[in-house]
């Protein structure tokens, strides 16, 4: 097997007393799809947020293509004057990150939210052209030609000049995974990208991630749509209490899950077929 895309090693996440990853560790090769399931608050919003810096991790190594983001830190009480023994939390690795490191990370790990975040002063085209012209400091031109190629991918060509006022939840996602596509991310990640449409608007929006699937995109998805997991992915990680709990195929986790937290789990969603 060849060197994981991303490599995550003890990751930990912590707001205040709320320890909301505990150690987590996974690699994610070229090519994976992987639905990460779990109940609200387990932490799955939490780690993809952590894989593209929108939070920064507590602790933990996270290695893009082998390479280390970050630089080590002396961890708080990790070492004393006088040499005494350190705490636990002592010897998990705490990191320090640069501006200029994550900016570049974010080019290459894009995310679609649950809540489109699209810009309501911009057209659908301008949403799309503004990280190419801003951030990668593509030509206006040049911008314009790769963000209508990507509107076309998602089936959004023909509401290039809408403002996203006017559009439906399904459409205005689609242009939000058209704006993360632009920027030719290697791993895209999805956090709950159906969570906020209406039921018959869902369809739209799984029917792309299912395209990109298919291209062999890298990505990792957070959903309650299981059927569409099952389909999906080939592999389904199920996050509880801040750590996998179960990990297997789809058909390991989600037709026989051995452990009981996860067979509870899925008794709750009975309207959905393998």
């Keep these: 097997m060849s060197d994981p895309i991303i ?34 608050g387990s932490g799955k919003s939490t780690l993809l947020r952590c894989l593209n810096f929108m939070e920064m991790p507590s602790a933990g190594r996270i290695e893009l293509h082998g390479r280390t983001i970050g630089k080590p830190a002396r961890p708080s009480g990790a070492s004393t004057s006088n040499g005494t023994a350190t705490s636990t939390a002592a010897a998990e690795l705490q990191m320090t990150y640069g501006a200029t490191e994550l900016s570049e990370v974010r080019k290459r790990v894009g995310m679609v939210f649950q809540q489109f ?11 799309v052209m503004e990280g190419l012209v801003t951030v990668l400091r593509v030509p206006a031109q040049e911008a314009r030609a790769r963000a209508m190629a990507q509107l076309d991918k998602v089936g959004m060509a023909q509401k290039a000049d809408a403002y996203p006022g006017r559009l439906s939840g399904g459409q205005q996602q689609r242009v ?60 389904v990680l199920f996050l509880a209490d801040g750590q996998f709990y179960e990990t297997g ?26």
């Design 7 to 40: 490599r995550i090693t003890g990751l930990n996440k912590r707001f205040g007393d709320n320890h909301v990853l505990r150690g987590i560790d996974l690699d994610v090769q070229k090519g994976d799809k992987i639905a990460i399931l779990g109940a609200s």
């Design 176 to 235: 939000a995974i058209a704006r993360a596509l632009a920027m030719d991310p290697e791993v895209l990640l999805f956090d709950e990208p159906t969570s906020s449409l209406d039921p018959e608007l869902v369809g739209e929006v799984l029917s792309v991630i299912r395209d990109l699937a298919e291209e062999g995109r890298t990505m990792l998805l957070v959903t309650h749509e299981l059927g569409f997991a099952y389909h999906y992915a080939n592999r």
């Design 249 to 274: 195929t789809p058909d390991e986790v989600l037709k026989h899950p051995q452990r009981e937290r996860t067979q509870r789990f899925l008794e709750r969603y009975t309207a959905f077929n393998f």
């Design 117 to 127: 975040n699209l810009f309501p002063h911009m057209s659908v085209l301008g949403n």
